[in-house]
């Protein structure tokens, strides 16, 4: 494999990872750092038992620091001051470091959750973690093929029949636009996520099949 395959190639695999998370995930991803089980609020408790908030300014934006520096003064002081003082303390500061953050990310505040983790943001943190990406691409790909396996096998199978009679024209008509448009939206999703760095691979068209019209 020359360089330029192998850079071709990882940078096809960026996209594709990127695009699948953005078409299946990303209502979750957005909610991730309002749970107890994100990479907020863990680092936030750690922050706040050292006195030290350095490790979570990183959270805030530049124009957030301020606020979040006050708030986190606030809960220093008062946790010294009992059991009862330190939690409330401690949930004041979560709360507001959380909706602060939250903002940044162009985000609504609906309070800190205290539920698992999708799969795959848990994942992705493993990802992270361990250093390497494989698995969870290959989790997402397998995903992603299965999921354009199922769509092409129904509108292939709907195929056969769509001139027997209206309603079964219709099954196929559904069922074709499904396939097509879920695969459109991959496509495009891999080229849009390229742009920003390395063309992305794009598909040269096929000649239109003679039985199927645009959708």
């Not at 990882?10 to 990303?26: D, P």
């Not at 107890?36 to 908030?53: F, Q, S, W, Y």
């Not at 959380?98 to 983790?117: L, N, T, W």
């Not at 093929?145 to 509108?155: D, L, S, V, Y």
């Amino acid at each position: 494999m020359t360089k330029s395959t192998g850079n071709a190639r990882k940078n096809s695999i960026a996209a594709l990872l990127s695009m699948v998370c953005f078409l299946l995930f990303a209502g979750n991803a957005q909610a991730h750092c309002d749970t107890t089980g994100g990479p907020v609020i863990p680092e936030a408790r750690i922050a706040l038992k050292n006195g030290d908030i350095t490790p979570i300014l990183k959270w805030v934006k530049k124009d957030s620091e301020a606020e979040i520096r006050a708030a986190f003064a606030k809960a220093v002081a008062v946790r010294g001051k009992g059991k009862e003082a330190m939690e409330l303390a401690d949930q004041y500061f979560l709360e507001t470091l959380v909706r602060v953050h939250r903002a940044g990310e162009g985000a609504p505040y609906s309070g800190i959750k205290d539920e698992a983790v999708e799969p795959i943001i848990a994942l992705s943190d493993k990802a992270l973690a361990n250093g390497s990406a494989e698995e969870m691409i290959g989790m997402i790909s397998n995903h992603m093929a299965e999921a354009i396996r199922t769509k092409f096998q129904h509108a292939l199978e709907t195929k056969k029949n769509k001139d027997k009679s209206v309603e079964a024209g219709r099954e196929f008509v559904e069922a074709y636009v499904t396939y097509m448009h879920y695969v459109e939206s991959v496509h495009t999703a891999i080229a849009a996520s390229g742009s920003h760095h390395h063309a992305a691979p794009t598909l040269a068209a096929p000649a239109p099949a003679a039985d199927v019209h645009n959708h």
